[in-house]
């Protein structure tokens, strides 16, 4: 009820602003009211990975193939690599192990790395696995009614890159999940960002423990910026204009 008077006292006092209201801790009825300012998109490089492009590169990618574009993009000044397809080979051998050698010393190479694994929720399900739970936030951060969230339990197929500090885990977005598009899915007492949200968080800066979500309002990674989603954690947001970015 105290949030509820206060934000319609804003509202009247403050009409034409944009601002949020946080909790201030360990003073539970304090409120801290920040304004909000419009966000400047990060230029970035975009490599189109398909199978007219890839046609000098053997499409579907080897992991050769990854450690030579990767050192590329290092070579260029990138700091922070993501990439959206899952990187999972199968293999044996002395000779596969040390082509995802070659792969784990490109990706060392970041400040940060986000990968993808596809996720789904069979009857019999899994623990989170470790590097998973790592990159997960917490459901404690969470404020809202959890128990509607789109739910998963098992990874299709486990990566193939090693599990190292600067590597983030994250799931790749599908058509739909149980009729939904959202940006985080539930695993037992974490949520799994999507690949467009885990690379929101590398680029921020942002560790998955100060990541705030209010269903039906927002998504505020650490004191940066604010996305604005449903119940679900769709995105409730239309892009205007993408940001700058080299092919």
């Known amino acids: 009820q105290e949030n509820v008077f206060l934000e319609r006292l804003l509202t009247r006092s403050r009409a034409g602003d944009d601002f949020v209201i946080d ?3 360990p003073v539970s009825r304090v409120r801290l009211i920040r304004p909000l300012v419009d966000g400047q998109a ?10 007219q492009a890839g046609e000098e590169l053997n499409y579907p990618l080897e992991p050769e193939d990854w450690w030579g574009l990767l050192n590329h993009m ?4 990138c700091r922070v690599a993501a990439i959206e397809e899952p990187l999972s080979w199968e293999g044996e051998g002395l000779a596969h192990l040390g082509r995802l050698g070659s792969l784990n010393n490109a990706l060392s190479q970041f400040e940060t790395v986000v990968l993808t694994v596809d996720l789904h929720r069979p009857k019999i399900g899994q623990p989170i696995p470790p590097y998973l739970k ?14 509607r969230l789109v739910r998963a339990n098992r990874i299709v197929l486990p990566p193939s890159a090693s599990p190292a500090p600067n590597l983030r885990f994250s ?15 539930r695993w037992g007492d974490y949520l799994i960002p999507s ?50 970015h080299i092919e």
């Open 42 to 51: 990060q230029p970035y490089l975009h490599v189109k990975i398909d199978e």
């Open 74 to 77: 290092h070579e260029v000044g």
């Open 23 to 25: 909790d201030s801790q």
């Open 171 to 185: 799931f790749r977005l599908q058509e739909s999940m149980e009729g939904a598009r959202p940006e985080f899915v």
């Open 195 to 244: 690949f467009p949200l885990a690379v929101a968080m590398a680029q921020a800066n942002v560790p998955p423990d100060r990541v705030r979500i209010e269903l039906g309002r927002h998504i505020r990674l650490g004191d940066g910026p604010i996305i604005p989603i449903n119940e679900l954690g769709e995105l409730q947001i239309e892009l205007v204009e993408k940001p700058a």
């Open 134 to 147: 790592r990159s997960a936030i917490p459901l404690r951060n969470v404020k809202g009614e959890v128990g």
